[in-house]
């Protein structure tokens, strides 16, 4: 087992108590969207529990949440209220369409 496949297992077995943990600070991520301009299209991989996506759609940015553990990404959907894929860092992704990407 990779340590790629040992992370996205924690997850996996782990999702429906990983999502109850308290959200720390936004700091990062605001200063994050400060340097972009409005409505910008960003891929958030690793989403987790959907919180920072959620930020950032309040904010007005076009999200697309991902997360390599399809629990996480289920967990993700009903806090978002749309589908969140299941997308692994290691998997291709077209990057030239987004204006910047999130893995946090």
């Given at each position: 087992?990779?340590?790629?496949?040992?992370?996205i297992r924690f997850y996996r077995d782990n999702a429906a108590e990983y999502i109850k943990?308290?959200?720390?600070?936004?700091?990062?991520?605001?200063?994050?969207?400060?340097?972009?301009?409005?409505?910008?299209?960003?891929?958030?991989?690793?989403?987790?529990?959907?919180?920072?996506?959620?930020?950032?759609?309040?904010?007005?940015?076009?999200?697309?949440?991902?997360?390599?553990?399809?629990?996480?990404?289920?967990?993700?959907a009903c806090r978002l209220g749309r589908p969140v894929e299941t997308l692994r860092f290691?998997?291709?992704?077209?990057?030239?369409?987004?204006?910047?990407?999130?893995?946090?």
């Open positions: 087992m990779s340590f790629d496949d040992a992370t943990r308290p959200q720390r600070s936004f700091a990062r991520l605001h200063a994050f969207l400060a340097a972009l301009p409005r409505h910008a299209k960003i891929l958030e991989l690793g989403c987790g529990s959907g919180r920072h996506s959620a930020e950032m759609m309040a904010a007005g940015f076009d999200v697309r949440p991902t997360d390599g553990s399809p629990e996480m990404a289920a967990e993700a290691d998997q291709r992704y077209e990057q030239k369409q987004y204006d910047a990407v999130w893995a946090s």
